[in-house]
């Protein structure tokens, strides 16, 4: 059962424009949301969370946006850079038990 | 650097056979997390131990175990292995268990010829 999706397995975009990564979710006991950039031969890195008690967290160049009526989750990056095209990764825990990752989005930020 | 050891990077076997992964958690992290992530696929949970006992398990195959040592480095065993069992399997260390971000290794490939 895939709780966790990301619906773009891939998305373009120039450098210096917005980067609007979507995830969506189906469980609605996740309270806590993270996503993970992840390059070749890489492992996954932290990027940036969001409790379920918010609906915004910012760090830098990145904001995730968290709508819990629509189970929809998002992350915005401005501006983008080159150096941000990678795979990012969604993922949803409840608990802190079990964490449930979606599928990926290939971000290419283009010269 | 995350500071998560995995090992080894690469690995090759065939059907039947039994393989064991390892890793070493980042220094003072208690809680070991092993994900499988197969071909363009996202990461599936498979198992997470916290200082040294199961705390909680995900989509893991009855063939598949693991563990924690009492240094805190992890193993996951896999046996009876299929082709279906190809992936990259990646291990991931947190402090604890709260909202700490996990840190993961670069992954172990497991190719089942």
């Known amino acids: 059962d895939q709780q966790v999706k990301q619906n773009s397995p891939s998305l373009s975009v120039q450098e210096g424009r917005i980067s609007i990564l979507n995830c969506d979710y189906t469980n609605s006991m996740f309270d806590y949301f993270l996503w993970y950039k992840k390059y070749p031969a890489e492992g996954p890195t932290f990027l940036i969370s969001?409790?379920?008690?918010?609906d915004k967290n910012e760090d830098g160049r990145f904001t995730v946006f968290l709508n819990k009526s629509a189970k929809h989750l998002s992350l915005h990056i401005v501006p983008s850079q080159p150096g941000d095209s990678a795979v990012y990764f969604c993922a949803a825990t409840y608990n802190f038990n079990k964490f449930y990752f979606g599928s990926g989005t290939k971000l290419n930020v283009k010269p | 650097d995350s500071g998560v050891t995995q090992t080894p990077k690469h690995l090759i076997t065939a059907t039947g056979q039994r393989v064991t992964l390892r890793c070493s958690p980042r220094s003072g992290d208690l809680s070991v997390y092993w994900y499988q992530q197969s071909l363009d696929q996202g990461l599936q949970f498979l198992i997470q131990y916290y200082n040294g006992e199961e705390r909680a398990k995900g989509n893991i195959l009855e063939r598949f175990s693991a563990q924690q040592f009492p240094d805190l480095h992890s193993e996951l065993n896999l046996s009876s292995l299929e082709l279906g069992d190809s992936a990259l399997y990646f291990c991931?260390?947190?402090?604890?268990?709260?909202?700490?971000?996990?840190?993961f290794g670069d992954g172990t490939r497991l190719s089942i010829l």
């Open positions: 969001i409790s379920s008690i918010k």
């Open positions: 991931a260390s947190s402090p604890g268990v709260s909202n700490q971000p996990q840190h």
